[in-house]
């Protein structure tokens, strides 16, 4: 009799993980963030100023310019934890000809120059480990647009 228990116990474990890794890893999820405020469309900052997802989530953002002033490009760059000024400074060393993005290992995903009233959508995969990921415009000058992606297990 209690072998049997062990035994149904021993199942019940083993059928459990598959569930919980499928929900854990192959979670998809849609994003959507976008430029300014509901009074102010031309506001230097991010719709949203934090994001929540899963560990290892397959994230679909639509990154939606809201601006009306023609020539103001904005973009999405999510980077590790405590890069955000390095990757703005790499940036604006990279210049108009690289998009004012940098190549760096420290950025995680990245979106184009989006033109006011434009928007893209993006696919990636969120980090393994959780934290609170920057995600930033890298465009000179734009550095009150900052906010935080949190990463949960
Ligand atoms: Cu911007």
Redesign the pocket.
């Known amino acids: 009799m209690k072998s049997a228990i062990l035994a149904l116990s021993a199942l019940a474990l083993v059928s459990a993980a598959p569930s919980f890794a499928a929900s854990a890893k192959g979670a998809a999820v849609k994003i959507e963030l976008g430029t300014g405020t509901p009074k102010n469309k031309e506001e230097?900052v991010f719709s949203k100023a934090t994001l929540s997802v899963k560990a290892g989530a397959k994230v679909t953002l639509t990154f939606k310019n809201n601006s009306t002033s023609k020539g103001m490009t904005?973009?999405f760059v999510l980077v590790k934890p405590g890069k955000a000024q390095a990757v703005i400074d790499a940036s604006v060393a990279a210049g108009p000809d690289k998009g004012w993005v940098a190549e760096s290992a420290d950025i995680i995903a990245k979106g184009k120059l989006v033109d006011a009233g434009e928007s893209e959508t993006i696919e990636f995969t969120a980090p393994s480990e959780p934290g609170e990921y920057p995600y930033i415009?890298t465009?000179p000058g734009?550095t009150t647009?900052k906010g935080t992606m949190k990463v949960t297990k």
């Open positions: 230097m904005h973009n415009c465009f734009h647009m």
